[in-house]
C-alpha cells in the first residue's frame, strides 16, 4: 500500500493541484494508476491526510517498514513549488505510536530534484569490461529502479550506456501516469536514431547535445527531439540542461547512468541524492563507477554526505543527501554514526 500511495502522491504532483485539506483514501481501478480521493473526516479507509500547515500525513497504524519506504522516495513525491508554508523541520522516520496522526517527511521540497542511482560491485566496478550490468542488478535493486523510474519525470542515460544497453526504459512499477521522458546525454550526436528508446511510440526520448552539434543532431532526429546546450571544457552545461527541463515540467530528474554520466551530474553540483548500491560480487575487472571526479572531491578534504544505509535484499544502497550540510573528516564518531542509519528488510525495516 505504501508503493501505491507514493504512485498516487506523484500523480498529485504533477498536476500541481494543491490538495484540498482532508483526509484521502487510495483509489485503485485495474490497470489506472493509484489515487488519492478526498474522503469524510474519521474514515478507517483513509491512508493519508493533507492539511496546509504539515503536508501530508499517514495514519499512526502504518508499520515503520512502510514508513520507511515513504522516507526513501519522498524527495520525488514532494510538490516542486509548495504552496504551504514550510515546516520548520523534517519528521521523525517512523510515527510515534502514541501520536494520533505522525506526520511522514516534509522535505524542504525543491523547485526540483536530480537522483541518480549507481549499482557496483564489491571491487568497485559497475558493469563487466564488456558493458554487461544485469550481473549487478538483483531482483530487488531492480524492482528499486523501475520505482525510481515510475516517479521520474525524465531519465537520463550517457551515450555509452545507450549504446552498449540499448536500453528501452520503459519497463514499469505498477500502472502510472504516462511514461517518463527518456534523455540520452549525447555531446557529438554519436548515437544511432535506430535504438529502441527512439522507436518507442509509448515514451517520448530526446537528445541532448553540444549547442555546435544541434543542426546535426535535428537533421538526424528531427527539432522537436533534440536540446542543444553550451559545452564548457568538453562538458555538457549541466545547469542549463536542467533549467531547460524544469521549463518543461520535468522537475524529478533521474540520472540512471553510467558512470561517468553521473560524476559528470556530481561534479557539476547538479545532483541532489545518490543511491549507491553495492552487490555482493566481485568482478575482478571492469566499468569504472564514479571516475574523475575531478574538482567536485578532494582526497584532502572527503566529503561524507549526510547519508542512509538500507539493505536491499541481500544488497545495500547508500542513500545520500547531496543537499544537506557536508560532514568532513573532521566529524566525530557520534555524529558520523547519526548520519548512517542502517535499514533491513520488510522491505525496508530500520533496526538502528
Ligand atoms: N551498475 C549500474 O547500476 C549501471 C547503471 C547504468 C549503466 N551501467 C553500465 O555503465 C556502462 C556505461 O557507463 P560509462 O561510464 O562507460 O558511460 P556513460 O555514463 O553511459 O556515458 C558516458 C558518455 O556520455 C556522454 N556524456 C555524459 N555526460 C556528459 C556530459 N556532462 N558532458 C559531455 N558528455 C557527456 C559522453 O559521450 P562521448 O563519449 O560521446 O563524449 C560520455 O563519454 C554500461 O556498460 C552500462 O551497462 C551500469
Known amino acids: 500500500m505504501a508503493w501505491q500511495l507514493c504512485l498516487a502522491l506523484v500523480g498529485q504532483r504533477r498536476r500541481r493541484i494543491e490538495p484540498d485539506e482532508g483526509e484521502y483514501r487510495l483509489h485503485e481501478a485495474a490497470g489506472a494508476a493509484p ?6 473526516p474519521g474514515d478507517p479507509h483513509a491512508v493519508a491526510r493533507w492539511l496546509r500547515a504539515t503536508g501530508w500525513q499517514v495514519a499512526p497504524t502504518w508499520p515503520p517498514a512502510a514508513v520507511e519506504l515513504l522516507n526513501l522516495y519522498w524527495p520525488m513525491l514532494a510538490a516542486p513549488q509548495p504552496a504551504a508554508p514550510q515546516p520548520a523541520a523534517p519528521q521523525p522516520a517512523a510515527p510515534q505510536p502514541a501520536a494520533p496522526q505522525p506526520a511522514t517527511p516534509q522535505p524542504a521540497a525543491p523547485r526540483g530534484i536530480a537522483i541518480a542511482q549507481l549499482s557496483q560491485s564489491l571491487d568497485g566496478w559497475i558493469a563487466t569490461r564488456d558493458g554487461d550490468a544485469s550481473v549487478l542488478l538483483s531482483i530487488a535493486l531492480h524492482r528499486h529502479r523501475l520505482r525510481l523510474r515510475a516517479l521520474a519525470d525524465a531519465i537520463v542515460i550517457g551515450a555509452s550506456m545507450a549504446a552498449a544497453d540499448d536500453p528501452a526504459l520503459r519497463e514499469d512499477a505498477g500502472p502510472q501516469d504516462g511514461l517518463p521522458m527518456r534523455i540520452v546525454l549525447d555531446p557529438t550526436a554519436r ?3 535506430s535504438l529502441a528508446l527512439f522507436n518507442d511510440a509509448r515514451a517520448p526520448a530526446i537528445i541532448v547535445c553540444g549547442a555546435d552539434h544541434q543542426r546535426l543532431a535535428e537533421s538526424r532526429w528531427g527539432k522537436g527531439r533534440v536540446i542543444g546546450v553550451p559545452v564548457i571544457k568538453r562538458r555538457l ?16 530528474v533521474l540520472v540512471e547512468g553510467g ?19 553495492q552487490t555482493g560480487v566481485l568482478l575482478g575487472s571492469g566499468r569504472e563507477g564514479l571516475h574523475s571526479l575531478g574538482s567536485a572531491v578532494s582526497p584532502h578534504e572527503p566529503q561524507r554526505p549526510d547519508a542512509r544505509l538500507y539493505r536491499i535484499g541481500d544488497d545495500l544502497m547508500w542513500d545520500c543527501d547531496l543537499r544537506a550540510p557536508a560532514k568532513s573528516r ?17 522491505e525496508f525495516m530500520r533496526i538502528a
Open 259 to 277: 558512470g561517468s554520466t553521473i560524476a559528470h551530474f556530481l561534479e557539476a553540483r547538479c545532483l541532489d541524492r545518490l543511491h549507491l548500491a
Open 237 to 252: 552545461d549541466l545547469k542549463t540542461l536542467l533549467a531547460r527541463l524544469r521549463e518543461r515540467e520535468l522537475d524529478v
Open 191 to 193: 548515437v544511432s536514431p
Open 330 to 346: 573532521s566529524a566525530g564518531d557520534g555524529e558520523r554514526r547519526a548520519a548512517a542509519r542502517l535499514v533491513v528488510p520488510g
Open 35 to 40: 489515487e488519492l480521493r478526498l474522503t469524510e
